[in-house]
């Protein structure tokens, strides 16, 4: 089996936008659910409305696989899956290690769908000396000193940061150093590299601020009367009391700054 060290997606040699990239993963979740239930065929309506998208944008990313269906049948689900898949780079065995072994990257070590998607954790590393030998479904943790070694020895070039934020900038730059050329970062912080190294955060709070967002904008275009005033604006108290009066006249509903 080929592994991630020495075979790479062709995308961007392909010239596929980056857009159109991040969009192939929710076709082939989509396509794997079809599959799944022996669907032979899909029209490019059915699969974008499964995806989330549009089906003149999905017609459009999928001219860039060569992929253009046929006229009155629709795309092929099995071909899809496959095409979708080796364009991704899922056809082959990806080494991955996920440093960090708190809550967090248990979670991600437990994780099924690595597995399922091409992706083998190959080992799991943590700074505590505690931790190492610990089992964590069923692969024992070894210690940092050791990631230098264990990526060489392991062909690793995709790395998955689960450490807290203080520690993450200088477990990437040994990552890098070590021959890692893509990272998965999970820990609340900006990661510096050199060209040529990639980079995908997940951040969960800034998608609950997200989230947060547009529940606030919901709560005010349900708000009685279609009041559109902002709740994060402070209110402004009417004067109540037309008598108040202070020392240089009447005393103003709002003074002034």
């Known amino acids: 089996m080929a592994t991630g060290r020495t075979h790479r997606p062709a995308t961007r040699s392909r010239g596929i936008p980056e857009a159109t990239v991040a969009r192939l993963p929710l076709y082939l979740r989509a396509l794997t659910a079809l599959s799944e239930r022996s669907v032979p065929t899909v029209s490019s309506e059915e699969l974008a409305a499964a995806a989330g998208v549009n089906s003149a944008k999905l017609r459009k990313d999928f001219s860039y696989l060569g992929s253009y269906g046929t006229r009155g049948v629709g795309y092929d689900v099995e071909y899809l899956v496959y095409q979708i898949s080796r364009e991704l780079g899922l056809t082959q065995d990806w080494p991955v290690v996920i440093v960090g072994i708190g809550n967090l990257g248990a979670a991600l070590a437990n994780y099924g769908g690595f597995a399922s998607r091409g992706f083998r954790v190959a080992a799991l590393i943590d700074a505590d000396p505690a931790m190492a030998g610990t089992p964590v479904a069923g692969i024992p943790v070894q210690h940092a000193d050791e990631l230098e070694k264990i990526v060489r020895d392991n062909g690793v070039s995709i790395g998955v940061i689960s450490t807290p934020a203080g520690a993450a900038q200088q477990v990437c730059d040994r ?61 402004v108290r009417a004067a109540t ?15 002034p700054a």
């Open 175 to 235: 990552l890098v150093a070590a021959g890692v050329t893509s990272i998965l970062n999970f820990a609340p912080t900006v990661l510096s590299v050199p060209d040529g190294v990639d980079v995908r955060k997940v951040d969960l709070s800034i998608e609950l601020q997200i989230l947060a967002f547009h529940e606030q904008r919901k709560a005010v275009d349900e708000a009685p009367g279609g009041n559109s005033v902002d709740p994060a604006e402070p209110p």
């Open 241 to 255: 009391d037309s008598s108040r009066k202070g020392p240089d006249g009447d005393v103003p509903a709002v003074m």
